[in-house]
């Protein structure tokens, strides 16, 4: 009887110990080494996306080799120092949220890269601090930089590259920024992975800047990369008829207008003319895993208080008017 309870009591203890690690993060709380790992481990959400980031990492390792699971394991690094960078700054209640959406933008990563040949997807960092007279700013920007060897990504490197410069410098101030004035400016960027297809990627690129002024301003602009060309693909490369534009200005301005009831926008953005002249800038198509995510930034269909707005559409409404060779798995 005694052995018994002792069994009993050994089994309910490592029971107990093995929820407590499950409700934990993915590391030892008890040798937590900094301010963002105590942060996640007296979060519980926080410790339950760094679980499943961790797990979707180690899934992927295990199934990749040679410089492709080498690429990963410097990713991963690089991610976390990232994280511990940009985060760590912050006031608490900031740094939940920036942790929070650093650990969706990587679980999503980890998914689109396993969801296909591995896509060889570095990020790259444009990080400053300074002064100019009364005006501090802080430049955090990471963007992606293409290293696969299955085309040539040189021109589409160059464009992220260029891309993110400009947003650094637009968020730098200058002799003219009112400088007399005590100012805190700060810019912003990060990206997502998304993979519509095993040939493709979607980049979502998502900026974010405060350079004075009632507030600041973010936006987000996707693009497909062909990963068998290393070109971005715009939505005439994808559909094959002429009807596709008219397609998509009905199911978006039937959505919206839905969506209007509950968070208000722009009634004109409704005209099909408007819709039309939105739907021609590539930046709107965030294709995705099953579905195209159009996603509108403040003010382009609605006012700044009411947020960016997205409409998503299966491709199995799209089908008759894709291309069959289009990049997407549909």
């Not at 920024?177 to 992975?193: C, F, H, I, N, V």
């Not at 002249?277 to 006012?303: D, I, M, S, T």
Request: aromatic letters at 10%.
């Amino acid at each position: 009887m005694k052995l018994l309870f002792a069994i009993s009591l050994a089994c309910a203890l490592a029971a107990a110990a093995g929820a407590q690690a499950q409700s934990g993060p993915s590391f030892d709380c008890a040798k937590a080494s900094n301010a963002i790992e105590r942060t996640i481990c007296k979060t519980p959400e926080l410790a339950k996306v760094d679980r499943e980031m961790a797990s979707l990492y180690a899934a992927l390792l295990g199934r990749l080799n040679g410089a492709a699971k080498e690429n990963l394991e410097k990713n991963q690094l690089s991610w976390i120092v990232s994280r511990n960078r940009s985060c760590g700054a912050s006031e608490p209640d900031a740094a939940s949220y920036c942790l929070k959406k650093r650990y969706e933008e990587r679980i999503a990563d980890l998914k689109a890269s396993g969801s296909g040949p591995y896509p060889f997807v570095e990020a790259q960092t444009i990080e400053k601090k300074g002064t100019l007279g009364k005006v501090s700013y802080s430049i955090d920007i990471l963007y992606p930089r293409f290293v696969g060897t299955t085309a040539d990504f040189r021109a589409i490197n160059r464009s992220y590259a260029e891309t993110a410069a400009k947003a650094a410098g637009e968020a730098t101030p200058t002799t003219d920024a009112g400088l007399d004035r005590k100012q805190e400016w700060s810019g912003m960027g990060s990206y997502t992975l998304y993979r519509p297809g095993p040939d493709a990627v979607t980049v979502a690129s998502n900026f974010w800047s405060y350079t004075g002024g009632a507030h600041g301003y973010g936006a987000v602009t996707c693009r497909l990369v062909d990963l068998r060309t290393g070109k971005a693909l715009t939505p005439e490369h994808l559909f094959a008829d002429e009807h596709w534009l008219r397609e998509l200005v009905n199911l978006t301005a039937a959505d919206l207008k839905k969506q209007f009831v509950e968070n208000p926008g722009f009634d004109d953005a409704l005209k099909p003319a408007s819709l039309t002249k939105l739907l021609r800038e590539n930046g709107h198509y965030c294709w995705q895993a099953g579905k195209l995510e159009l996603y509108f930034n403040a003010y382009e269909v609605g006012p700044y208080a009411a947020g960016p707005y997205t409409v998503e559409i299966p491709y199995a409404r799209l089908r008759r008017h894709l291309r069959a060779d289009a990049p997407l798995a549909f």
